[in-house]
């Protein structure tokens, strides 16, 4: 399967990626801005996950919350979202309805000052207040996501802050805030615009030029600090958190190369040995044979800048102590670290991983909102949108030996950060 790719740039620097695909009338909108919490700067934690929610409140020729109606109404779905260093945009449209979703995403690239008011921040801010007290204060272990990249990166690092941000930022945040953020990352030289599936290329030509070409670009954004990072922690790392929880959860995270480098693919491909599906390490070891677990899982966050983390997420069974997690855990990874024992990582084992990361990408890279996301991920981080047709191959070029490798200088105590949820301790719990 390989994905037809054709870029261009305008002359106000956007970068715009054609994939036609004429399997389904359907064509998708997708408008990756290079920006996300790693760029706010300090009291101002949150900021660009906030000014998602400000982008879907009007612009000059759109009224608030008409951006969902007018596409909903032509038949199509929208989102957007937000992540340590980007954020996106997107639309899945019927096919004869490419031009509206291309001229909403170009009104609000021009033209979003002048709808921003007061009284929509002071919404915006209490929507946001309440996603994070349910998503993160309210849900068990629901505050993982901004604690374990503050355990794994110093404090000066851009991803050691949390990505939803505090409830005082989110306060402290003013309208000018608003206006100096968009007039600094939303520019069309910091954006990526892809467009796949069912559309005429030069008709598509003739729209973008229509709409975005007029829109200038911006006047220079500041630089993120140094994002190098030593190869690992240098020792171990280790949080304890009492939760109102029934069961201990386990984030076992370790730094590896990052997202898309030559090292990274070997990390990944660990990932998916350790914690991807039924027959993983972890799940085989620790779910089905010791009944150590209900669930185990291991990902990477695909992390493009500096270094990025390959996590193990390991829930114990009930009745199973956090002690006794967190030494079983830590036992299957000193076995997969030994490359000479029987436990190593075996032939099958990466057979196996590799068929399931080439069957999840292969179907997802079907949709055409899910092809238009990799193909801006790509323009964005590495400049090169028609590298989504070597993932595969990058992944099947680990053999056995890279896995043992990485093991060995990836997995080893000195590189481990562990976030462990325990059960609150409570007077009936005690007596319990």
Partial sequence: MRIPVTTYTLA?????????????PVVAVNLWYHVGSANERAGRTGFAHLFEHMLFQGSAQVAANEHFELVQRAGGTLNGSTWLDRTNYFETMPSHQLELALWLEADRMARLLPAMTQEKLDTQRDVVKNERRWSVDNQPYGTWWERLPALCFPPEHPFHHSLIGSMEDLSAASLEDVATFFRTYYTPDNAVLTIAGDFDPAAARTMVDRHFA????????????????????GGGRREVVEDDVVAPRLFLAFRVPAAGSAGWYAASLMGAVLGTGDGSRL??????????????????????KGSDLLVCDVTAHPGVTADALEAAVLAEIDRVRRPDAPDAVQEAERERALALLETSWVTALQSAGARADKLSQFATYFDDPARVNEEPARHAAVRVADLAAFAAASLGPDNRAALLYVPRHTPAAEAA
Wanted: glycine share 6%; no cysteine; proline share 9%.
């Fill in 12 to 24: 106000n620097g956007l970068r715009v990626i054609l994939s036609e695909d004429h399997a389904t």
């Fill in 214 to 233: 007029a829109i200038p670009r911006g006047t220079g954004r500041p630089p993120l600090p140094a994002m190098t990072l030593p190869a690992t922690f």
């Fill in 283 to 304: 799940a085989r070891a620790l779910v089905r044979e010791q009944r150590i677990a209900s669930a185990a899982t291991a990902y990477t966050f695909d992390l493009a």
